[in-house]
């Protein structure tokens, strides 16, 4: 009985740990974005990049705060540092010559060396050095590159957010467009089960040939076919959307949002936009703002760095170990001014200066580059998204009136009208107006999505 409740027990924990480990999300397509903005490693890493700039600005901004350093150093010499010092004897003659005693032409004897040091055994130094940058042109130039920097890695991050979106939102819609799909194929299944199960009926009574009911068979299992390639089509399109949302594959994702066609012709051709609502042009304004301010740097090293300075130094000698009571303690302190003066630096900044200028000629060119791919970008999505909303419209049409030739059609034949032939056929074009429908309006939203985007206006 033990044994069986062990068991038990163990099966229990292990569908909790399972259930847990799968999780059910209903979405709607805003909510799907959001989602893959919180769990996609791109969007992540470029958070992360916006959060280094921070990091960066405040250690620019270090640079030009007070800087206290702090040292210490003790030496225990094994032998004593010596120096050569002459004897006093060496300076004799020189007193004989002065006072005549000795001839002026003798030498004197080269003078006795002796070894002398001049250090202690034991020695130590603490000091503590303070230093304030006061002028120093690359560092003040950094303090105002910090908001332009910044700039740049938020419209890195928002560049990767359309990135992330657009993907989003496609793979949302292709997946309620392949369900939609998916319904009318079961519903065509159904009608041809139905006209196949009329047919077996009246060719037992001899009203049609054997022929007519291997024709419907062939068009059911052709569509059944059909059926299965778009449900397996479905299931891969929920594995790519969790993967593009960052989610496990044995996550549950249910789409809340219902697929309308007015909803996609809803505020399609808005002629509003600005240049800067792309965030790539975004990104190449702050590139150019930060090669005019590199510009600036370089300019402005031709003039001197200044900076303040204050020391406090205490140094230990003795005989003996720092805490002999002998040791001897002499402190000394400064204040004082460094000022580094630029003379020549065999061009180096003229050339720094160039470099810069050319830089920023090439972020003008990019600009003026940008913005005929923008403008190339949105007249041809323009066109292609108004000839695929009249390809909808036409398609939506022709599939409403294949419908009402399938009904009558079916009507005709329930009546003895009509052959079960003419059924089949109308609703194989049926199907193929369908199917030239479902085509025709995922390429109007994918359209809508980029022409949106190309705006910079896709929320």
């Known amino acids: 009985m033990m044994k069986q409740l062990m068991m038990l027990i163990t099966v229990l924990l292990f569908s909790y740990t399972q259930l847990k480990a799968q999780q059910r999300y209903e979405l709607t397509v805003k909510e799907a974005v959001e989602l893959a903005f919180k769990n996609m490693t791109d969007?992540?890493?470029?958070?992360?990049?916006?959060?280094?700039?921070?990091?960066k600005n405040r250690e620019i901004l270090g640079q030009a705060l007070p800087q206290l350093t702090g040292n210490v150093g003790a030496q225990h010499y094994l032998e004593l540092p010596k120096i050569l010092f002459p004897q006093s004897d060496s300076g004799i003659y020189a007193v004989l010559r002065r006072e005549n005693l000795i001839p002026p032409s003798s030498k004197a004897p080269p003078p006795t060396m002796s070894q002398i040091s001049f250090q202690q055994p034991w020695n130590a130094t603490a000091g503590i050095t303070l230093q304030q940058l006061l002028f120093q042109p690359d560092v003040f130039v950094g303090l105002q590159a910090r908001g332009t920097a910044l700039n740049l890695s938020k419209e890195q991050l928002e560049q990767v957010k359309e990135r992330v979106k657009d993907s989003a939102y496609k793979k949302y819609y292709a997946i309620l467009i392949a369900e939609k799909q998916l319904f009318f194929l079961n519903e065509g299944i159904k009608r041809l089960q139905k006209l196949y199960y009329d047919d077996s009926v009246m060719f037992k009574n001899g009203f049609v040939e054997r022929l007519d009911l291997d024709k419907v068979q062939v068009q059911l299992t052709n569509l059944q076919t059909t059926r299965n390639i778009v449900d397996n089509s479905v299931k891969l399109s929920y594995a790519a959307l969790k993967f593009s949302l960052g989610l496990s594959q044995k996550d549950t994702v249910v789409l809340k949002d219902e697929?309308?066609?007015?909803?996609?012709k809803e505020g399609i051709l808005e002629a509003n936009f600005n240049y800067s609502d792309r965030a790539e042009y975004r990104v190449l304004e702050n590139v150019k703002k930060l090669q005019q301010l590199d510009l600036k740097r370089n300019k402005l090293g031709y003039l001197p760095t200044v900076a303040a300075q204050a020391n406090y130094t205490v140094n230990g000698m003795g005989q003996k170990f720092f805490t002999d009571k002998n040791t001897t303690w002499i402190r000394s302190s400064f204040i004082g001014l460094n000022i580094n003066i630029p003379i020549f630096d065999g061009f180096q900044r003229?050339?720094?200066?160039?470099?810069?200028?050319?830089?920023?000629?090439?972020?003008?060119?990019n600009l003026d580059y940008i913005r005929q791919v923008i403008d190339f970008e949105q007249y041809a999505l323009r066109e292609t998204l108004?000839?695929?909303?009249?390809?909808?419209?036409?398609?939506?049409?022709n599939m409403e009136l294949a419908e009402r030739v399938f009904n009558t059609t079916k009507i005709k034949f329930q009546e003895g009208l009509g052959s079960?032939?003419?059924?089949?056929?109308?609703?194989?074009?049926?199907q193929t107006a369908q199917a030239n429908y479902f085509s025709s309006l995922y390429n109007a939203i994918v359209a809508k999505i980029s022409y949106q985007r190309s705006l910079g206006k896709l929320q």
């Open 43 to 55: 969007v992540k890493n470029a958070q992360l990049d916006y959060r280094i700039q921070e990091a």
């Open 259 to 264: 697929l309308s066609v007015d909803k996609i």
């Open 350 to 365: 003229k050339y720094k200066i160039q470099q810069s200028r050319f830089n920023i000629e090439k972020a003008d060119n």
């Open 386 to 397: 108004t000839n695929s909303l009249m390809n909808l419209d036409a398609q939506q049409r």
């Open 420 to 430: 079960s032939f003419e059924v089949l056929q109308a609703d194989a074009d049926y």
